[in-house]
């Protein structure tokens, strides 16, 4: 029997791993971290948080610049990072670019009483979006409101948006429970008492409400609440592995803000290494055909024992 969480034992996570795995992945150097790069997984470092953030920014400009009428196409994008937001819209805006064909999905959104955050809901994903990119990109060149998707309850028309136009990049981040969206791994109950969901029924998950991982809680309650867990909440709709596969490309953001040096190189290790497992959700990407780790190189750190 695999064992107990050390963080949340009522809960998978990465802590239920084989310890060889764990030790592995915390003696991986930066340099190590670039030779996990293999064929369907490339590694890239930035030496500049400018230089990160505006590499970020373009995979929108990119993206869009694909979009036809007859070929819609877009990028599916995260809040956290947001810093790429803003960037996003100067560029549409100094580029002339108009996105009449072009669609943007928000990958994930807090849920209250098991429907969507309003967008008056202090956090609210769609209204952060709106703000700091959509808000701000010239009305002459904006995309029709019925190309920007963000998750609801029921969710089925939002997943059938990703059959209308093709999307070309599902951008994110990484939280601490090794998540993409809220893919969080799943209570330990029921038919996962023993042991997590296989990588193949995990990939069957579809855009749903999530009940998060209390770590996922703590987590967006120290980068975007002040530290007041009662103010997060418990719930999210998030994409799913359904919607992820039909992306072209995943490309994750690590600026070592949102998640920590040991787990950079724990899910870099696992997909390299091809070994999904549900409790570490964003190592299921191993399967993916095209992934994109991007890190800046300050925010990668070290695993060795430090006291503050």
């Known amino acids: 029997m695999r064992p107990q969480s050390k963080i949340a034992p009522d809960w998978w996570d990465y ?67 947001t810093e790429q937001l803003p960037l996003v819209a100067r560029l549409v805006n100094e580029l002339n670019l108009n996105l009449r064909h072009c669609h943007f999905w928000g990958m994930d959104e807090w849920a209250i009483d098991g429907r969507e955050a309003p967008e008056d809901f202090p956090l609210s994903f769609a209204r952060a979006d709106k703000e700091l990119c959509f808000n701000r990109i010239r009305h002459e060149l904006r995309m029709p409101e019925s190309q920007i998707h963000f998750p609801g309850v029921p969710s089925d028309a939002y997943s059938r948006s990703f059959d209308r136009a093709r999307c070309l990049v599902m951008q994110g981040g990484q939280g601490e429970v090794k998540h993409w969206a809220f893919n969080d791994p799943p209570r330990r109950t ?97 399967d993916h055909p095209n992934v994109q780790f991007n890190f800046l190189r300050a925010g990668i750190g070290s695993c060795g024992a430090e006291m503050h």
């Not at 084989?18 to 340099?31: C, G, K, T, V």
Request: proline letters at 7%; one cysteine or more; aromatic letters at 8%.
């Open 15 to 81: 802590t239920t791993l084989d310890r060889e795995i764990l030790d592995d992945a915390a003696q991986l150097s930066s340099d190590d971290l670039l030779g996990m790069a293999r064929d369907g997984f490339a590694v890239k470092f930035y030496d500049t948080i400018e230089d990160f953030y505006l590499a970020e920014a373009l995979e929108y400009i990119t993206s869009w610049r694909q979009a036809t009428a007859d070929r819609p196409a877009g990028i599916c994008g995260p809040i956290g990072p």
């Open 190 to 286: 029921g038919a996962y008492k023993d042991s997590p969901p296989s990588p193949a029924e995990y990939r069957k998950l579809g855009t749903r409400l999530v009940e998060l991982h209390p770590m996922t809680i703590i987590q967006n309650a120290r980068t975007s609440g002040g530290g007041v867990v009662t103010n997060i909440p418990t719930q999210a709709i998030s994409v799913g592995p359904v919607e992820t596969w039909k992306a072209d490309k995943v490309s994750i953001w690590h600026a070592g803000a949102h998640d920590n040096p040991f787990g950079l190189r724990l899910t870099t290790l696992m997909i390299s290494k091809r070994i999904p497992d549900s409790a570490v959700p964003m190592s299921l990407l191993a």
